[in-house]
């Protein structure tokens, strides 16, 4: 059966909004509160996509409509419609909420096993794979002795 | 002769280690919820760097039945003062005002009223008995964010020169007073 070439881009269309769509669902939900330019208004999404809500914790303040992450969304755009660089914006955030404000945190003696546990679990999975393929394999069986090779010789001559 | 079979030892130490894994990961986790049960753990708990550093530069307008503050008033403080975020559309801060009303004879409280009504925060502060000398208002919550304040109630305790000693995210507990507050405060005075 042969689709209609707009219909399938139609689909193919539909199936693109519908996997990307929750990555542009922000809860800005007031339009007032976005930066009259594109290109800062854009920043300000980038920087607030790596702050954490402090109040839900596991969401970015982009994607939180709780009264705080409202707050610094706003704090953000102040900061970025100032010409601030994201680094200055991200040390502001820092010095008032410590680490914990960065969902990407930074490499520390604490923070080290989180960075370099997916390096650690590659090296684990490698030596354990190594240390099973290394074992001995079964010796090869000798030949077969003179009563072996009789019988042999027996069973598959009675046909 | 076929395959060589593994020795049983070995065997039983494969079988053993997933076993012990589960285990260890099962002991932490009942030490993560035991904690939170016995407050020893707050998964919430928010370590504001806050801490031995002067208070932020702010200036905050009275909040009837108190008069405001600012940043200047509390660095030419020569005694520990409790700083206290409160509002009045927040259950914890009422479950922690009868305790307030109790220390505020030991230790002055100044409060500020985050992000609410000045009727709401009046009304509020008459019905659970006034324990602030001094009260201020943060009607945006812009200072707040500046004090790194994540919620309310939140408490700092500020120390002579305006420097934060002690922070909690968490309503005030007469535990938390006879344990923490009170000999941190009194260590400061002399």
Redesign the interface.
């Known amino acids: 059966m042969k689709t209609h070439p707009l219909r399938r881009g139609g689909l193919i269309a539909l199936l693109a909004c519908l996997i990307f769509a929750p990555l542009v669902a922000l809860a800005v939900d007031d339009p007032s509160e976005m930066l009259p330019d594109p290109a800062q208004e854009q920043r300000a999404e980038a920087i607030g996509a790596q702050l954490r809500c402090l109040v839900c914790q596991n969401e970015s303040i982009e994607d939180s409509s709780a009264d705080l992450a409202r707050d610094l969304r706003h704090v953000v755009r102040e900061h970025v419609a100032k010409g601030e660089s994201n680094q200055q914006i991200m040390d502001w955030m820092v010095n008032r909420y410590g680490n914990f404000i960065r969902l990407k945190p930074p490499f520390t003696i604490g923070t080290l096993l989180l960075w370099v546990m997916p390096l650690l679990a590659l090296c684990i999975g490698i030596g354990i794979a190594w240390w099973t393929f290394r074992r001995p394999r079964a010796p090869t069986p000798p030949p077969l002795s003179d009563e072996e090779r009789r019988r042999l010789s027996d069973l598959t001559e009675t046909r | 002769?076929?395959?060589?079979p593994s020795s049983p030892t070995r065997r039983r130490l494969l079988m053993a280690a997933p076993l012990v894994v589960a285990g260890g990961v099962g002991v932490g986790f009942w030490r993560m919820l035991s904690g939170m049960t016995r407050g020893s753990f707050d998964p919430?708990d928010?370590?504001?760097?806050?801490l031995n550093r002067p208070v932020p530069d702010f200036t905050l307008p009275d909040q009837a039945p108190g008069t405001g503050f600012s940043a200047a008033d509390l660095r030419g403080l020569k005694a520990p003062v409790l700083v206290n975020y409160f509002a009045s559309w927040c259950i914890p801060c009422v479950a922690e005002m009868p305790v307030l009303n109790v220390l505020k004879d030991r230790l002055p409280i100044w409060g500020i009223a985050y992000?609410d009504k000045p009727e709401h925060a009046l009304g509020f502060v008459q019905r659970a008995g006034n324990p602030y000398a001094r009260i201020a208002a943060d009607h945006?919550?812009?200072a707040a964010?500046?004090?790194?304040v994540?919620?309310v109630p939140e408490t700092f305790l500020v120390g002579p020169g305006g420097i934060i000693r002690w922070h909690t995210a968490s309503p005030i507990t007469e535990a938390m007073i006879t344990n923490t507050i009170m000999p941190l405060a009194d260590s400061l005075k002399s």
């Open positions: 002769m076929s395959e060589q919430h928010i370590h504001a760097p806050a992000k945006d919550g812009l964010i500046d004090w790194g994540s919620g």
